[in-house]
Nanobody, 122 residues
Framework: VQLVESGGGLVQPGGSLRLSCAASGFTFSNFDMKWYRQAPGKERELVAAISAISSAGGATNYADSVKGRFTISRDNAKNTVYLQMNSLKPEDTAVYYC?????????????WGQGTQVTVSS
Protein backbone atom coordinates (compact mmCIF):
# COMPACT_ATOMS: atom_id res chain seq x y z
CA VAL A 1 0.00 0.00 0.00
CA GLN A 2 1.28 3.44 -0.92
CA LEU A 3 0.00 6.99 -0.72
CA VAL A 4 2.36 9.48 -2.32
CA GLU A 5 1.66 13.19 -1.92
CA SER A 6 3.05 15.85 -4.23
CA GLY A 7 2.51 19.47 -5.13
CA GLY A 8 3.65 21.18 -1.96
CA GLY A 9 6.03 24.11 -1.91
CA LEU A 10 6.51 27.76 -1.10
CA VAL A 11 3.80 30.20 -2.15
CA GLN A 12 3.02 33.82 -1.37
CA PRO A 13 -0.10 34.77 0.59
CA GLY A 14 -3.10 34.84 -1.71
CA GLY A 15 -1.56 32.26 -4.01
CA SER A 16 -2.69 28.77 -4.96
CA LEU A 17 -1.37 25.23 -4.87
CA ARG A 18 -2.81 21.89 -5.89
CA LEU A 19 -1.81 18.85 -3.88
CA SER A 20 -2.07 15.36 -5.33
CA CYS A 21 -2.09 12.01 -3.60
CA ALA A 22 -1.49 8.95 -5.76
CA ALA A 23 -2.70 5.70 -4.25
CA SER A 24 -1.71 2.13 -4.98
CA GLY A 25 -2.03 -1.30 -3.44
CA PHE A 26 -5.70 -1.12 -2.48
CA THR A 27 -9.10 -0.55 -4.10
CA PHE A 28 -9.05 3.24 -4.08
CA SER A 29 -12.68 3.73 -5.07
CA ASN A 30 -13.88 1.93 -1.93
CA PHE A 31 -12.09 4.27 0.45
CA ASP A 32 -12.97 7.59 1.99
CA MET A 33 -10.10 9.97 1.32
CA LYS A 34 -8.99 12.79 3.58
CA TRP A 35 -6.40 15.53 3.79
CA TYR A 36 -4.95 16.41 7.17
CA ARG A 37 -2.34 18.98 8.10
CA GLN A 38 0.02 19.51 10.98
CA ALA A 39 1.72 22.79 11.76
CA PRO A 40 4.78 22.99 14.01
CA GLY A 41 3.78 22.63 17.65
CA LYS A 42 0.17 21.85 16.81
CA GLU A 43 -1.93 18.71 16.59
CA ARG A 44 -2.80 17.16 13.27
CA GLU A 45 -6.14 18.47 12.03
CA LEU A 46 -8.60 17.30 9.40
CA VAL A 47 -8.76 19.73 6.50
CA ALA A 48 -11.04 18.07 3.94
CA ALA A 49 -12.68 14.74 3.23
CA ILE A 50 -14.39 13.07 0.31
CA SER A 51 -16.35 9.87 0.67
CA ALA A 52 -16.22 6.79 -1.47
CA ILE A 53 -18.88 6.86 -4.17
CA SER A 54 -20.31 3.62 -2.80
CA SER A 55 -20.73 4.93 0.76
CA ALA A 56 -21.93 8.52 0.47
CA GLY A 57 -21.78 9.39 -3.20
CA GLY A 58 -18.54 11.31 -3.05
CA ALA A 59 -19.77 13.77 -0.43
CA THR A 60 -17.26 16.40 0.68
CA ASN A 61 -16.64 18.08 4.01
CA TYR A 62 -14.28 20.85 5.04
CA ALA A 63 -12.84 22.40 8.15
CA ASP A 64 -14.35 25.81 8.82
CA SER A 65 -10.93 27.41 8.39
CA VAL A 66 -10.68 26.36 4.73
CA LYS A 67 -14.30 26.46 3.54
CA GLY A 68 -14.63 28.47 0.36
CA ARG A 69 -10.88 28.36 -0.28
CA PHE A 70 -10.01 24.65 -0.58
CA THR A 71 -11.61 22.01 -2.79
CA ILE A 72 -11.11 18.27 -2.46
CA SER A 73 -11.76 16.00 -5.43
CA ARG A 74 -10.97 12.48 -6.55
CA ASP A 75 -10.34 10.66 -9.80
CA ASN A 76 -11.04 7.00 -9.27
CA ALA A 77 -9.73 6.11 -12.72
CA LYS A 78 -6.34 7.56 -11.74
CA ASN A 79 -6.44 6.44 -8.09
CA THR A 80 -5.71 10.02 -7.10
CA VAL A 81 -7.18 12.54 -4.69
CA TYR A 82 -6.53 16.27 -5.02
CA LEU A 83 -6.65 19.30 -2.80
CA GLN A 84 -6.95 22.61 -4.63
CA MET A 85 -5.92 25.38 -2.27
CA ASN A 86 -6.71 28.98 -3.17
CA SER A 87 -6.32 32.27 -1.31
CA LEU A 88 -3.64 30.75 0.83
CA LYS A 89 -2.79 32.34 4.16
CA PRO A 90 0.34 32.09 6.33
CA GLU A 91 -1.70 30.05 8.83
CA ASP A 92 -2.14 27.37 6.14
CA THR A 93 1.57 26.57 6.50
CA ALA A 94 1.88 22.94 7.55
CA VAL A 95 2.78 19.46 6.43
CA TYR A 96 -0.20 18.08 4.54
CA TYR A 97 -0.98 14.37 4.76
CA CYS A 98 -3.19 12.15 2.65
CA UNK A 99 -5.29 9.51 4.42
CA UNK A 100 -7.32 6.59 3.11
CA UNK A 101 -9.94 5.08 5.39
CA UNK A 102 -12.37 2.22 5.11
CA UNK A 103 -14.31 0.53 7.88
CA UNK A 104 -15.92 -2.84 7.51
CA UNK A 105 -17.73 -5.03 9.99
CA UNK A 106 -14.51 -6.91 10.68
CA UNK A 107 -11.76 -4.31 10.61
CA UNK A 108 -10.70 -0.79 9.80
CA UNK A 109 -8.23 0.00 7.04
CA UNK A 110 -6.30 3.22 7.69
CA UNK A 111 -3.42 4.29 5.42
CA TRP A 112 -1.24 7.41 5.48
CA GLY A 113 1.13 9.17 3.12
CA GLN A 114 4.48 10.64 4.09
CA GLY A 115 3.33 14.24 3.86
CA THR A 116 4.18 17.26 1.74
CA GLN A 117 5.27 20.64 3.07
CA VAL A 118 3.23 23.73 2.25
CA THR A 119 4.73 27.07 3.23
CA VAL A 120 2.82 30.30 2.76
CA SER A 121 5.11 33.28 3.17
CA SER A 122 6.10 36.51 1.49
Amino acid sequence: VQLVESGGGLVQPGGSLRLSCAASGFTFSNFDMKWYRQAPGKERELVAAISAISSAGGATNYADSVKGRFTISRDNAKNTVYLQMNSLKPEDTAVYYCNALRATVFRQYDYWGQGTQVTVSS
